[in-house]
């Protein structure tokens, strides 16, 4: 296509854009419509998403993180659903609302939220974090390392941030203490019978197990299978096994089961994490790359200082390095560094409407059934 052909579509455009000011002043105009706007900027880390809140969201009370995170589950869940929902969301999206630390250490605080609830921890969203902290200025940039911390409901976490010309090229934390809470536990789970996994703890609690245990061939199992078994297991587990997290009672709480193929450490390794009420995690799933750590480590099938490739459905890898054992309220107790790397893919503003009877977001049902009155 030479240029003259391309004449009548850019004169169409230059004539958008000189009404645009027009546009955007009606749109500016209209404050009794908007009940609210928010901003936000939009990351993925190996294809899972994160929206990072920017404004518009209100000040948190309490002292410390996990305050927070209950005044904001308590009085400020319709900006979750917002953000999070449909349809300004999906089933898969995952939100990070940055307030301000109660660790003097820490640069920021951040909220974890999904398309059920707040978890405790993420490690996809905090590897994405750490590129955002430097690029807007929270911290000095530094070549060839930038360290800062973060702090999450589940504590303290050290990043490490890779530079090279200005630019953040890849991104490690270092994990809160990490730990197996239960290994080769027998339950018996609906449609699938005794059924024996690991649960282990990485910033939150995961069952963890290959597919085969299911009967079911990692990789040429439609993912649907999958996602159905291990969510029937999350199931069985939330009802009959009491967890406990030595520091915090908000912490004991299985967020979910991660499906592996057979590989054995220091292998490579694929999984599946399916959390909350069957979302599925397009990364490797950083705090379940910790967990997994936890437990390969605690198996004596790999030591402080090997690293081991973990991948997703995405096919995009995370690290996992266990940097030191611990002396700690429970055994076997690590910290691990997990590494990727965050990019952008958008930003905005989000207008919600008062009139709006979809106002704060709704959930695609299943059956028309669940819609009408």
């Not at 645009?20 to 105009?29: A, E, N, R």
């Not at 009940?35 to 809140?53: N, Q």
């Not at 999206?93 to 951040?110: L, N, R």
């Not at 707040?118 to 690029?135: E, F, K, P, Q």
Request: a negative charge; proline letters at 6%.
């Amino acid at each position: 296509m030479i240029l003259h052909d391309l004449a009548p579509g850019l004169k169409a455009v230059q004539a958008s854009v000189q009404h645009m000011p027009i546009i955007m002043g009606l749109m500016k105009g209209t404050k009794r419509m908007a009940e609210m706007r928010l901003g936000y900027t939009d990351m993925h880390t190996a294809g899972e998403p994160v929206r990072i809140v920017t404004s518009g969201y209100p000040t948190l009370s309490g002292q410390t993180i996990l305050e927070r995170r209950r005044d904001a589950k308590a009085h400020y869940d319709h900006f979750r659903r917002a953000m999070n929902f449909e349809p300004r969301g999906h089933a898969g999206m995952y939100g990070v609302i940055p307030v301000p630390p109660s660790h003097p250490e820490a640069v920021i605080g951040v909220l974890f939220t999904h398309y059920e609830g707040y978890s405790t921890m993420c490690g996809h969203a905090t590897i994405a974090i750490g590129r955002w902290v430097i690029d807007q200025g929270l911290v000095p940039k530094v070549e060839p390392v930038t360290r800062f911390a973060i702090e999450a409901p589940c504590g303290l976490l050290r990043l490490a941030c890779n530079v090279e010309k200005g630019e953040v090229t890849r991104v490690i934390f270092e994990s809160v203490p990490a730990f197996p809470f239960a290994r080769d536990l027998v339950v018996d789970v609906p449609g699938h019978g005794k059924i024996m996994t690991d649960i282990s703890y990485g910033g939150a609690f995961y069952c963890i197990l290959p597919a085969s245990r299911f009967g079911l061939d990692f990789f040429t199992t439609h993912t649907d299978q999958l996602v159905l078994a291990a969510a029937a297991l999350t199931d069985t587990v939330r009802a009959s096994v009491k967890l406990h997290h030595p520091e915090a009672e908000d912490l004991g709480f299985l967020y979910g089961t991660i499906v592996t193929d057979d590989a054995n450490a220091p292998d490579e390794s694929w999984n599946l994490c399916v959390f909350a009420e069957g979302q599925i995690d397009r990364s490797p799933t950083g705090s379940g790359v910790t967990a997994r750590m936890a437990l390969d480590h605690a198996k004596g099938q790999i030591k402080p200082g090997q690293t081991r490739l973990f991948r997703g459905i995405s096919g995009e890898p995370f690290t996992g390095n266990v940097k030191c054992t611990l002396a700690y309220a429970v055994k076997d107790a690590v910290t691990i560094e997990v590494g990727g790397q965050g990019y952008y893919a958008g930003e905005g503003h989000f207008l919600i409407e008062d009139k709006d009877p979809l106002a704060h977001g709704f959930k695609l049902a299943t059956r028309f059934g669940d819609v009408r009155p």
